[in-house]
């Protein structure tokens, strides 16, 4: 049935079907998806700065300083051998490289916060608090380094024991002073503070302090506390000194991310008398003796190439796309980063700034923007004024406006690129203007961006252009010399497939951007293509658009082009919003299109009769599963050309109201007559098949069949004349009346012709039963006479069945 179906709509190259509804959009292009997987492992191509990268990564390892995680060294190493693909004997020479390297100088940094509780010393019941630290070698305590040791030589001669300025009457300084410390040993050497109460009136401990210079090796050093310790006296008795407390940790101790807490201040002897505690943050960092050539932002790049070269291996061993990675590193690779960031001395801040300018990079091979968004906005919240030296800044401003300018790039083309019926893709697109937003809005991007425009202003410029691009590409693949309607129906068809995306893109500007991606769009659309029908009604070609549309097409294809023209400019009008104007309102063709529509509605009623002609022709019984009424082909035929008709009509939109009611009448009437005539080819067939004969007292099965699908076809074709409401007919009635203030009988004539269709399928329905009932009553009347006078002649079943058959 199908196939006879579709034989009977190509039997003229299905006119009617390339009208009654919108084109299909075609498919959209796979676009990027985002599911790039990495096959290669390193995106730096220069294997000398790879090979230094790996020394770097070595070393790092080899010097790991302060308390952190428990994975062997040789773990690290082999995490970095593998992250790294460097086979085992050039390992083992960069391995040997990175050992003989000088060991880096190890640094303490001490933030002195505040301190709290403190014994008053003075007359007021206050102190002047300050404080003085430094760094003890080997394992000796501060009451040992009194004593002089002519055969350790600790400290060199510029490290010196720093102190904090004085705060004045108060038992609960605060300080927040910060100081640098070296370190000789890490294992073995320990931190010391001291709280000391300055005295204005004597030599004190703070202008003992004064003579720090001076001390050379440990004699100086046993000098020096001597000095403090006889200056330290506040009167006569021994019991009361400037003391105020001591705080001795081991530099073994401190994590490798470092700590933040408050100390218990600890006595020097038993005579001294402490309380309280002080806020001490303390963590380790590393300086490497570089010559004046290396680039100061070192750390900050090799930590870069570090991120991106883990987090490469991770995607590859993941075997998952790209978009799929979230930042999750194994511990071995978080510890070298972590071991990395500190011997750099990366503040949290900048290892934020490391791993965006690590993974914004790497936008080209489809990392996500989702992941991209949660980095920024960490990195964002980390940053104050002032937190980065110039150059860092310069590093993230080249970033952003890299970043800005992939974004930017990308909308241009985003149509082509993004497949609105994959989540996923838009999705992403949704994120990624998520994340521009964020960016632009940040105070960082106003810091390292000089000479923005705003973020409102520069979408609305890429969108327009975005648009341009669009629809200049469109001209170009669709430019037709031969025939200037297709071209223009064809560069339309593709601007109404844009707009369907509308509801993709919009929701999306509008969450993230805050602005109407739809009016933008569409208004650059009726822009340009106002101006390219402009260029074309001046065109002095011999085949132009403007002699297509004004002259009555002669053929019927010329004719369909006329009308598909049509059709897509009203379609491109329908995404407009209501009540505003636009440049397309000036066009007039209403006139040439009702000339088109006038010259179709009779080529249709000729095609149509034709149709029903093929449709008997090739009509054949209808085998439905379950079902037990009977039906033939040519009814789905009938049906679907007055369906078809109806549906082409509703887009031809015919603009003259009195034209459009003309219109509708013969279009009714041309329904009805094919109705009739569908109707009179089914009877005759009926007759044919022998069903209007002599009559017969016993009628074939195949004969009732027939008789019973002829039945069925009439009624499901008068129902189809139910086409009131279709053609919206109240709607144009109202119309007409306001604008001629006349009684329409077009009216009155379409409820007449449709009537009267319904009338004659119904008498013919009628008539054909009735027939058929007068044949059967003979044998109706013989069978309840044998039921009635003869019941025990056989069971009641078997009587009944010649009735139940009937």
């Known amino acids: 049935m199908g196939n006879k179906k579709l034989l009977v709509q190509a039997s003229d190259g299905y006119f009617f079907e390339q009208f009654s509804k919108s084109p299909e959009p075609e498919e959209d292009p796979p676009g990027q998806d985002n599911q790039l997987t990495i096959v290669k492992l390193s995106i730096n191509d220069n294997n000398e700065r790879l090979y230094d990268l790996y020394v770097e990564t070595l070393y790092t390892i080899v010097h790991k300083i302060g308390r952190s995680s428990p994975i062997p060294e040789t773990q690290l190493i082999k995490y970095a051998k593998d992250a790294f693909q460097i086979d085992g004997q ?104 001291d709280i000391w109460d300055h005295d204005d009136e004597d030599r004190s401990v703070l202008d003992a302090v004064a003579s720090l210079n001076q001390v050379s090796g440990l004699k100086g050093i046993g000098r020096y506390f001597k000095e403090i310790t006889q200056s330290a006296r506040a009167s006569d008795n021994d019991f009361v000194d400037d003391f105020l407390g001591a705080v001795t940790l081991r530099i073994a101790d401190i994590p490798s991310s470092g700590l933040e807490e408050w100390f218990d201040l600890e006595k020097r002897s038993e005579k001294s008398e402490v309380s309280g505690k002080v806020k001490l943050k303390l963590w380790l960092s590393t300086r490497e003796e570089r010559s004046d050539e290396i680039d100061d932002l070192m750390d900050v790049k090799q930590h870069i190439e570090l991120i991106r070269q883990f ?61 991209l968004y949660d980095i920024l906005t960490k990195l964002i919240s980390l940053w104050a004024p002032l937190a980065l030296d110039k150059d860092e800044e310069n590093m993230l401003g080249e970033s952003f406006i890299m970043f800005d300018n992939y974004c930017k790039s990308f909308l241009l083309e ?43 202003e520069d979408l609305n410029h890429v969108l327009r252009e975005s648009a341009n691009k669009y629809f200049n590409d469109k001209v170009k693949e669709f430019q037709n010399d031969e025939s200037p309607c297709t071209e223009f129906h064809d560069i339309v068809r593709s601007l109404i497939k844009a707009c369907h995306k509308f509801t993709n893109f919009d929701p999306i500007f509008k969450t993230y951007a805050g602005i109407d991606y739809c009016d933008i769009t569409y208004r650059e659309f009726d822009r340009l293509l106002n101006d390219y029908i402009c260029a074309e009604m001046m065109s002095e070609k011999k085949k132009d658009l403007k002699t297509s549309l004004m002259s009555i097409p002669e053929d019927e294809h010329s004719l369909n082009m006329v009308l598909k023209v049509h059709f897509a400019l009203s379609e491109f009008k329908s995404f407009r919003v209501p009540k505003q104007k636009y440049r397309l309102d000036n066009l007039e063709w209403d006139t040439t299109f009702d000339r088109a529509i006038c010259k179709w509605m009779d080529i249709a009623r000729t095609k149509a009769f034709a149709r029903v002609d093929l449709a008997c022709q090739l009509d054949a019984q209808i085998q439905i599963t379950a079902n037990e009424v009977r039906h033939t082909s040519s009814y789905v035929d009938i049906c679907h050309i007055v369906e078809q008709m109806l549906s082409a009509w509703d887009r031809m939109e015919v603009k003259d109201v009195c034209l459009r009611a003309e219109l509708t009448e013969k279009l009714v009437q041309c329904i009805c007559k094919i109705a009739e005539y569908y109707i009179d080819r089914v009877m005759a067939q009926l007759a044919t098949d022998g069903f209007c004969g002599q009559l017969q007292p016993f009628l074939p099965p195949a004969l009732v069949n027939i008789f019973c699908a002829a039945i069925n076809n009439c009624e499901q074709v008068r129902r189809t004349l139910i086409v009131g409401e279709k053609l919206r007919l109240d709607e144009l009635l109202d119309a007409y009346k306001l604008k001629t203030h006349k009684e329409p009988k077009w009216r009155a004539n379409i409820d007449k012709d449709l009537e009267t269709c319904e009338k004659f399928i119904g008498e013919q329905i009628d008539c054909t039963i009735d027939r058929m009932s007068r044949r059967q009553l003979p044998q109706l009347k013989k069978h309840v006479f044998h039921l009635a006078w003869s019941p025990a002649a056989c069971p009641v079943d078997q009587a009944l069945k010649p009735l139940t058959d009937m």
């Open 90 to 193: 050039y390992h083992q020479k960069l391995l040997d490289k990175a050992m003989k390297e000088k060991p880096p100088i190890v640094l303490l940094n001490v933030h002195l916060l505040e301190a709290r509780d403190l014994i008053a010393k003075d007359i007021n019941g206050f102190s002047d608090p300050f404080a003085m630290m430094g760094i003890i070698p080997d394992q000796r305590r501060i009451s040992d380094i009194g004593e002089e040791n002519s055969g350790d030589e600790g400290l060199a001669e510029d490290l010196g024991t720093p102190a904090s300025p004085k705060d004045k009457k108060t038992l609960n300084p605060k300080w927040n002073e910060k100081f640098q410390l070296f370190v000789d040993d890490v294992e073995k050497d320990m931190f010391h503070l």
């Open 311 to 371: 987090a490469l291996q991770e995607i590859r061993i993941s075997g998952a796309p790209v978009s799929f990675y979230q930042g999750n590193l194994p511990e071995t690779a978080t510890t070298i980063l972590h071991q990395h960031a500190i011997q750099g001395d990366l503040t949290e801040l900048h290892q934020a700034m490391c791993h965006w300018l690590a993974y914004s990079a790497m936008l080209n091979i489809g990392i996500s923007y989702a992941f």
């Open 414 to 456: 985003h149509r082509q690129k993004i497949n609105v019926k994959k989540r996923s893709q838009v999705d992403s697109f949704a994120n990624m203007i998520r994340c521009l937003k964020l960016l632009r809005d940040s105070p960082l991007y106003s810091k390292c961006v000089i000479y923005q425009k705003s973020l409102d």
